[in-house]
Nanobody
Framework: VQLQASGGGLVQPGGSLRLSCAASGEIHTINDMGWYRQAPGKQRELVASITSSSSTNYADSVKGRFTISRDNAKNTIALQMNSLKPEDTAVYYC???????????????????WGQGTLVTVSS
C-alpha cells in the first residue's frame, strides 16, 4: 500500500491551498484517514482526521479554516486550507489505517501507512 500526497507550496498569509492524498495497492478497506503536520523543531501533530463514514475531527488551531474530505470510491482524501497563517508552515503528511490483502489468498492484515510529506510554507 502506498500513499501519495500532493499540493503543497508557498502561499501568502491569508491564502489557500488544497492538499490531496491517494492510497493505492492491495487495499481491502480503509478505516480512518488523516493529515498530520510537523514544523521545524516540533513534534508531528494531528491536523484533521476523517472516518470511513466521513465523521471529522480537527485540531483546535485549524477549526473553521481547514476542511478535510474523502472519496471512498477513489481512496483519496483532501485538505482544503483557507486563511493560512505563518504558523501553519510545516511538512504535511497523510495517514491511513488500512486493511490490505496479503499474498495468502483470503487473508488480510491491518496497518497504518504514511505518505511522503508535502511542504506548506506560509510567508509573505
Amino acid at each position: 500500500v502506498q500513499l501519495q500526497a500532493s499540493g503543497g507550496g508557498l502561499v501568502q498569509p491569508g491564502g489557500s491551498l488544497r492538499l490531496s492524498c491517494a492510497a493505492s495497492g492491495e487495499i481491502h478497506t480503509i478505516n480512518d484517514m488523516g493529515w498530520y503536520r510537523q514544523a521545524p523543531g516540533k513534534q508531528r501533530e494531528l491536523v484533521a482526521s476523517i472516518t470511513s463514514s466521513s465523521s471529522t475531527n480537527y485540531a483546535d488551531s485549524v477549526k473553521g479554516r481547514f476542511t478535510i474530505s474523502r472519496d471512498n470510491a477513489k481512496n483519496t482524501i483532501a485538505l482544503q486550507m483557507n486563511s493560512l497563517k505563518p504558523e501553519d508552515t510545516a511538512v504535511y503528511y497523510c495517514n491511513a489505517d488500512v486493511r490490505y490483502r496479503t499474498i495468502i489468498a483470503g487473508f488480510t492484515r491491518r496497518s497504518t501507512f504514511w505518505g511522503q510529506g508535502t511542504l506548506v510554507t506560509v510567508s509573505s
